[in-house]
């Protein structure tokens, strides 16, 4: 019993230890892509066409001149803003030549995170727009959503092509210049931290240590209630 007892401590210990050190490589993932992250934001903006890679360009600026598509909008839906539920309104802007770029114009709300009047949320149908590109991939179930706006839970180029009758642009622009409809909010970008993966790690060596110390007392320790006749 008291074997077992220092194999299993052993034994959960390596199990925390592996998982500790897992931690610390998403850590490293993590600051390694805020440096790309904080290196590409840092770059002079890009101009885009329909044969631009997308693995170079995502969170890259841009500027880009075209006419908005407010006949084919896309709502990203379930995107809470300081607690508030809403939606994301994507609209495509028509560039020269025909092809179009998806551009999140911002933050709307909406009680059910679904549904907005998009008539409140108008603005000059052409113009100038600044943004950062992202690659936005998701799982997203449209099925047979007739007509527009369509519901999704992300705005992924790839898989709303069909529902275009001009070609997309891989990746989405999230405007950052501010839009001249004082109700939509901008979106934020995603926040540049380490996340929680160091105290993850430091939570998962602690628990191996006690693992580890326990099953040493436990093997250390004497059996009681042994009875040695004289």
Known sequence: MRFAALVIGLLVAAVCARLGMWQLDRLEQRRKLNALVESRIAEPPVEIGAQSPT??????????????????????????????????????????????????????????????????????DSGRVEGVLRVSAGDDNLGAEPGWPLHVRSADPAQLATRFPYPLFPLVIRRTS??????????????????????YAV???????????????????????????S
Do not use: C
């Open 178 to 199: 501010r839009s001249t409809n004082a109700e939509l909010r901008p979106i934020p970008l995603p926040q540049l931290t380490n996340g929680p993966h160091l105290s």
């Open 55 to 124: 693995d170079a360009l995502h969170y890259r600026l841009t500027t880009v001149h075209g006419a908005f598509d407010f006949e084919r909008q896309v709502l990203v839906v379930a995107r809470s803003y300081q607690g508030v539920p809403g939606v994301h309104i994507v609209t495509p802007l028509i560039m020269a030549g025909g092809s179009a770029a998806l551009v999140e114009r911002g933050w709307a709300p909406s009680p059910d995170g679904s549904t907005v009047d998009l008539a409140g949320y108008v603005e000059p």
């Open 203 to 229: 939570q998962w060596f602690t628990f191996g240590t006690i693992a580890v110390v326990g099953g040493v007392i436990l093997f250390l320790r004497k059996p009681s209630g042994v009875n040695h006749m």
